[in-house]
């Protein structure tokens, strides 16, 4: 990751959080999620994530308080994310303080930035607020986490509560089918064009993805002539809607010894 990740780590999450991301992995939806972006060149994936592995232990050396996740990509181009979540920008603020007041750390971020440059093609930070009124269902265990599903919808402005009334309308559909889903839905805030809202969903294997699927399908038949109407006016609104999955990376992910413990075989991978 780049130098400005630990400038802004506050952690509370992801995607994700102990109400705070700080000491234990976050257990409710954190108030907003900083994502590091980066997007590996051809042929260095493997580099990539050699350097990456120095950022945990760096962290961990120095007995930093904020833990983050650390994503692959199993669609789209080669990408690994970073999801760096928070309580406030208070949060943040304390965390910059935090890695300006140990140079050591700071020395060995800046090495791992420089060799971080050599292996990627470009990067984006997004920053995204929680809108906990549109998620739904119960928040993962995020240390038993192993795959993510990440949805863009972009909307045109001026669309903004149309997709709102379609989230609702999701969930309480949801609701009546009596499925047991859950996915946290986020507004971007800043870092890529908006109108955008990005919905996460969790599973603690791959296989799941077919009872994700399977409760879309029970949702979607639960639907009323009136959400059909709902979903018709977000559609006038509509720009695209992208998906992709993602694994969680245990060697580039930061997390506490603890839960590194409770899975050992996939946290601490032998090399």
Do not use: C
């Not at 507004?187 to 919905?199: K, R, S």
């Amino acid at each position: 990751m780049r130098k400005h990740l630990t400038r802004l780590l506050p952690l509370v999450l992801l995607v994700l959080p102990a109400t705070v991301f700080g000491q234990a992995l976050p257990t409710s939806q954190p108030n907003f999620l900083r994502i590091i972006r980066e997007e590996v060149k051809p042929g260095r994936v493997a580099d990539h994530a050699k350097i990456e592995a120095g950022w945990p232990a760096a962290f961990e050396k120095a007995n930093y308080p904020d833990y983050y996740i650390a994503l692959e990509s199993m669609s789209g181009t080669n990408e690994a994310w970073f999801l760096v979540p928070s309580a406030s920008h208070a949060a943040e603020a304390e965390s910059m303080k935090r890695e300006a007041g140990d140079p050591v750390l700071a020395a060995e971020v800046e090495r791992l930035s420089r060799a971080d440059g050599e292996v990627l093609g470009n990067i984006r930070t997004m920053i995204l607020r929680a809108r906990k009124d549109l998620s739904y269902g119960a928040f993962p265990d995020v240390g038993k986490t192993r795959f993510y599903e990440i949805t863009y919808f972009r909307v045109r402005p001026g669309h903004e509560e149309a997709f709102a009334a379609a989230a609702k309308a999701w969930g309480a559909a949801a609701g009546r089918a009596g499925q047991a889903t859950a996915y946290r839905v986020y507004e971007v805030m800043a870092g890529m064009p908006g109108p955008t809202y990005m919905i996460f969903s969790t599973v603690a294997a791959f296989a799941d993805f077919d009872k994700v699927m399977a409760a879309d399908e029970a949702i979607m038949k639960a639907f009323t002539p009136e959400d059909g109407k709902v979903f018709q006016k977000y559609s006038e609104g509509a720009v695209n809607t992208e998906a992709h999955r993602f694994r969680v990376s245990p060697t580039m992910s930061y997390v506490p010894k603890e839960v590194r413990a409770q899975d050992p075989t996939f946290w601490t991978p032998k090399k």
